[in-house]
């Protein structure tokens, strides 16, 4: 089974070649590891933290940065079953994240105090996806 942390270069770069001035909702997936692996010398380090405590790390770390960007949270939900989709799919926890712009993302994931706080979300994490969509109208159909 393949894990998936950061995108491959080519799903970097098809993210990078579609439109940055218009605003992007981005479906988080989320699969936490039992134990948080951090990187040796990290100050996390040795604390014995769950995947789930790491990720709550990186949402207070990088929640000022994401909120600066003008980011906000449409949705939150823990995992229940798989409906529709291969059976050995699980997840911990899912969201999307709204950005105003896809530009704000990207000043985002370069920002200097962003770059210290991924180090939990990678830490954290066994695996996860992140989908970019252009959002669109709610309603009261599926059409």
């Known amino acids: 089974m393949n894990r998936y942390i950061d995108p491959s270069p080519a799903n970097f770069q ?8 218009r605003p992007i909702a981005m479906l988080n997936l989320l699969l936490f590891r039992e134990q948080a692996d951090y990187p ?7 604390k014995g933290w769950s995947g789930r405590r790491a990720y ?19 949705w939150r939900g823990t ?3 798989v ?3 291969p059976d050995a799919m699980e997840w911990h926890d899912g969201f999307i994240a709204q950005y105003p712009a ?20 990678t830490a954290a994490l ?4 992140l989908v970019r969509f252009a959002p669109g109208e709610g309603g009261d159909a599926f059409g």
């Open 14 to 21: 098809a993210f990078k070649d579609l439109p940055r001035d």
């Open 40 to 46: 040796a010398g990290h100050e996390h380090a040795g």
């Open 56 to 74: 709550e790390e990186y949402g207070k770390t990088s929640g000022p940065i994401f909120q600066r960007m003008g980011g906000t949270i449409m």
């Open 79 to 81: 995992y229940e079953t």
């Open 83 to 85: 409906v529709t989709g």
């Open 102 to 121: 896809a530009g704000a993302f990207f000043e985002m994931i370069t920002d200097p105090e962003y770059k210290l706080a991924v180090v939990n979300r």
């Open 126 to 129: 066994l695996d996860s996806r």
